[in-house]
């Protein structure tokens, strides 16, 4: 079991260089910082001297090498365009796409739970249906499209809630919707179908001969076991939970991770697009270690053959 | 006694309805998927021809006509026109080219690499193998959608700038899938057998493995269809996909959120077209997966 989580860190620590240098290597293609700075009034000194002074008049491996030591001692390097440290613009970013990311990532997954396991132990009612469907939908329909009739339908047409930005509870109600609408039906549709296959075993067969009421064996028995094959797929959500927050963020113009790294792209800020890929990447590589470890812990076939 | 044979009874006719019922359900949801389907393709093929108007052709004193079935409607525009007066059906016609050839596109390069690194990651094992599940690692931790941004301001928004953002991330899965599937096969029997015959690699590899995990492929390829049409749609509306004038579905639902106030159809008419191709890809896959790989039934 040690060996086994030791193996996977280490398997992880791997792909996170893998993907510091991999990024190092595609902004530095993606063209020179200094061509969005120069104005028509700046010397070749002076912009000598910028580059001088954040380390790009050195040698790709040189800066790598710098790069990668900084890192190491948890410095993120300076911002090119705003001069600031990149931690600085992070830190007030994160908080913002984690007051938006938390809670829709609570409500989907409570939804996604109750909704799922009803479903499944109400096979082919009505609710079933609706979950089906929604689950069907919601894989199918665009979740920027789905943002964007959120729009009409409550900010134009009813005028209930503000059309974007950040403030009051009630700028809260559509972003986190959305977000809600990226992570709820993928994962309702496991819980479900997992459930499903749960409730069709032995152990709850001879569960019900044993005559134990019925709610402790769905929400006890049933479900315990019912959540160890959504927990698998927690990895790659996560991964589009990311992507949906990037989506939500520029549609409602919420200043958090999302918008800072497609204007970092943008402006070619080499430190902040690799800063936020970096911190990216070690939550999704972090996330998969989490699952494999929990799976190992629950399934014993993987526990014991590894140990 | 007699009641339980009597409700055994009874619980084999309720199957037989179910089953009879769920034949019905299958098939209908085949017949209405592949219909869309077609339709899209032919209307790919032929757009030249079908759509009534010029998609890019501006006329400046048509714009924002609503679709025939509202007031101040009329067919000369069915579906309405945009700011800038053009044909939406026509434009939906022409971006339905784009998504379909950039999802078939990214869809043989992704399957084609996945799976020849898959069977050579699962056949050979030892250092490839290790090395091969790194970079496959690194693919799967990697933000795609920053990948996909970097891309359009290194190479510049286009064609191929889409397809090579979705492809680099894309064929890892497949290679995960088609490796697993080659573990299982390799202490098979007839791999064995061609071994002690004194096959080469290779031709174990192209003659018995392959064959064998081709059906899990075009199940997990069908499948992506409708995920690429959404993930090329969500570029094109972040205006990091095909560059405008060029029709996209993604984008003319990103140009009429400035109109959503007068002119609402602009931006729903592409998104539930995007929502009706996505739908008939995915059930056509899961279709297709009970067919031919009912063990991957897993979602």
Redesign the interface.
């Known amino acids: 079991m040690t060996r086994y989580v030791i193996i996977r860190i280490l398997q992880a620590l791997i792909a996170l260089i893998g993907i510091i240098i991999l990024v190092f290597i595609l902004v530095r293609l993606s063209g020179d910082p200094m061509d969005l700075i120069r104005t028509p009034t700046s010397t070749e000194e002076e912009i000598a001297r910028l580059k001088e002074y954040f380390g790009l008049d050195k040698s790709y491996p040189e800066q790598l090498w710098i790069y990668l030591s900084s890192l190491f001692r948890g410095d993120f390097g300076t911002s090119i365009i705003k001069r600031q440290p990149v931690i600085d613009m992070i830190k007030a970013a994160l908080p913002n796409t984690i007051k938006m990311g938390l809670p829709s990532f609570i409500i989907a997954m409570s939804l996604a739970l109750v909704l799922g396991v009803l479903a499944a132990t109400k096979r082919d009612s009505l609710l079933d249906n609706g979950v089906k469907l929604l689950a069907v939908l919601g894989q199918a329909l665009p979740g920027f499209w789905v943002a964007v009739m959120l729009v009409l339908l409550f900010s134009v047409k009813l005028r209930l809630l503000p059309v974007a930005g950040m403030g009051t509870l009630k700028h809260y109600v559509l972003p986190v919707g959305t977000m809600v609408f990226f992570m709820l039906p993928g994962m309702m549709r496991l819980v479900r179908s997992s459930m499903l296959d749960v409730l069709d075993s032995e152990y709850i067969k001879l569960a019900r001969i044993k005559g134990l009421p019925d709610r402790k064996i769905i929400w006890k028995h049933a479900l315990r076991n019912a959540l160890i094959a959504p927990l698998t797929s927690a990895g790659m959500l996560f991964a589009s939970l990311i992507t949906g927050a990037v989506i939500t963020e520029i549609i409602f113009n919420w200043p958090g991770m999302g918008r800072l790294a497609v204007e970092a792209v943008q402006a070619r800020d080499f430190p902040v697009v690799q800063a936020i890929t970096i911190i990216v990447a070690s939550m999704v590589l972090g996330m998969n270690i989490l699952v494999d470890i929990t799976y190992a812990i629950v399934d014993p076939q993987i526990r014991f053959q590894k140990s | 006694m007699n009641t339980m044979v009597e409700k055994s009874k009874n619980l084999r006719l309720q199957q037989r309805t179910f089953a009879w019922r769920g034949q019905v359900m299958k098939n209908l949801s085949l017949i209405i998927p592949v219909t869309i389907l077609s339709l899209l393709i032919l209307s790919a093929i032929f757009a030249p021809w079908l759509a009534p108007h010029d998609p890019i052709n501006i006329v400046m004193q048509d714009k924002l006509l609503p679709p025939f079935f509202l007031k101040g409607g009329s067919m000369k525009y069915p579906l309405g026109t945009d700011q800038l007066g053009r044909c939406i059906l026509s434009r939906a016609i022409f971006g339905a080219r784009i998504s379909l050839a950039v999802s078939l596109v990214v869809i043989v390069i992704t399957a084609g690499v996945g799976t020849i690194l898959g069977i050579i990651a699962g056949y050979l094992g030892g250092k490839v193998e290790s090395f091969l599940?790194?970079?496959t690692?690194?693919s799967?931790?990697?933000?795609?959608?920053?990948?996909a941004?970097?891309m359009a301001?290194?190479i510049g928004p286009g064609f191929w700038t889409v397809v090579l953002a979705l492809s680099i991330l894309g064929w890892a899965p497949y290679a995960r899938l088609i490796r697993g599937e080659t573990l299982k096969l390799r202490s098979a029997d007839f791999v064995a057998q061609a071994q002690i015959i004194g096959c080469s690699p290779l031709r174990i590899m192209v003659k018995h493995i392959f064959p064998n995990v081709v059906n899990s492929l075009i199940v997990m390829a069908t499948m992506a269809v409708?995920m690429l049409i959404?993930a090329e749609?969500?570029l094109s509306?972040?205006g990091v996909g095909i560059p405008p004038p060029h029709p996209t579905w993604?984008y003319m639902?990103?140009e009429?959120?400035s109109f959503?106030?007068s002119a609402?159809w602009i931006?729903?008419i592409?998104?539930i077209l995007?929502?009706?191709v996505?739908?008939s890809g995915?059930f056509l896959g899961d279709w297709l997966r009970d067919k031919l790989d009912p063990k991957l039934r897993?979602?």
């Open positions: 599940m790194r970079v690692d690194i799967m931790a990697f933000p795609s959608l920053l990948l941004l970097l301001v290194t409708g959404l749609a969500g509306f972040l993604g639902v990103n009429g959120r959503i106030d609402w931006s729903t592409p998104g995007i929502g009706l996505v739908l995915n897993q979602i």
